[in-house]
């Protein structure tokens, strides 16, 4: 098997028995969100800087837009930037993930149960890194069973910074969403995650 989940493909994922089909992850309505001024102008100042690098892109667009999100859902969530996240070696289900978002808002560190993972990425095409992204929801399925969390659904995400694909792994079954989201319409990006959120 693989040594990490960059290295996974669409074949392997097949091989743990999960199943993708693409349709839209989500049918409800979605309330836009307005960002707020602080968000806007730390865009603005941060694109200023070069952004050449998923690690520049984590830091510099990723990461202000979850605070947004986390600070609209005080005592919700926390979320760890650039951590191992080591389940299963024999399966491949080990390496680092850019972002782990976990329901427990005060932990210090990772703790079950694990409800998103964020993978960010520079120049690919979204949907190329979508092997990586699910092995990473499966590890996060299986360590919140290790812990005897009952967490039905992981939520997976995929982003540069300016455009949005989201993921849900439900028992063994994967959707992949066809809709894009991005900065460009912001309310809906931030109502889209809103959703995420309350289905924690």
Same mark, same amino acid.
């Not at 999100?69 to 996240?85: A, D, E, V």
């Not at 299963?88 to 993972?117: H, Q």
């Not at 063994?172 to 309310?187: A, C, H, M, Q, S």
């Given at each position: 098997? *693989?040594?990490? #989940?960059?290295?996974?493909?669409?074949?392997?994922?097949t091989?743990?028995? %999960?199943?993708?089909? *693409?349709?839209?992850?989500f049918?409800?309505?979605?309330?836009?969100?307005?960002?707020s @001024?602080?968000?806007l102008?730390?865009l603005?100042?941060?694109?200023?800087?070069?952004?050449?690098?998923?690690?520049?892109?984590?830091?510099?667009?990723? !990461?202000?837009?979850?605070?947004?999100? *986390?600070?609209?859902?005080?005592?919700?969530? !926390? #979320?760890?930037?650039?951590?191992?996240?080591?389940?299963?070696?024999?399966?491949?289900? +080990?390496?680092?993930?850019?972002?782990?978002?976990?329901?427990?808002?005060? =932990?210090?560190?990772?703790?079950?149960?694990?409800?998103?993972?964020?993978?960010?990425?520079?120049?690919? @095409?979204l949907?190329?890194a979508?092997?990586?992204c699910? =092995?990473?929801?499966?590890?996060?399925?299986?360590?919140?069973e290790?812990?005897?969390?009952?967490?039905? !659904?992981? #939520?997976?995400?995929?982003?540069?910074?300016?455009e949005?694909? &989201?993921?849900?792994?439900?028992?063994?079954?994967?959707?992949?969403? +066809?809709n *894009?989201?991005? %900065?460009?319409?912001?309310?809906?990006?931030l109502?889209?995650w809103? %959703?995420?959120? @309350?289905? &924690?």
């Amino acid at each position: 098997m *693989r040594k990490s #989940y960059s290295h996974f493909t669409y074949e392997d994922i097949t091989h743990l028995g %999960i199943s993708v089909v *693409r349709t839209q992850v989500f049918t409800e309505t979605v309330t836009y969100i307005n960002p707020s @001024d602080f968000l806007l102008k730390t865009l603005e100042i941060n694109n200023q800087i070069p952004i050449e690098s998923e690690k520049a892109k984590s830091e510099l667009l990723i !990461t202000p837009i979850l605070t947004e999100i *986390r600070t609209h859902n005080p005592k919700k969530f !926390t #979320y760890f930037s650039g951590y191992q996240f080591s389940v299963d070696k024999k399966l491949g289900l +080990t390496g680092f993930c850019d972002f782990i978002i976990s329901k427990k808002y005060n =932990a210090a560190f990772i703790e079950s149960p694990v409800v998103t993972v964020i993978e960010a990425k520079h120049n690919q @095409d979204l949907l190329d890194a979508s092997p990586q992204c699910i =092995a990473e929801m499966y590890a996060a399925q299986l360590y919140n069973e290790k812990h005897k969390e009952a967490i039905t !659904t992981i #939520y997976g995400v995929i982003t540069n910074g300016y455009e949005w694909v &989201f993921l849900k792994l439900e028992h063994k079954e994967v959707t992949l969403d +066809t809709n *894009r989201y991005g %900065i460009k319409n912001f309310p809906e990006l931030l109502g889209v995650w809103q %959703i995420v959120v @309350d289905g &924690f």
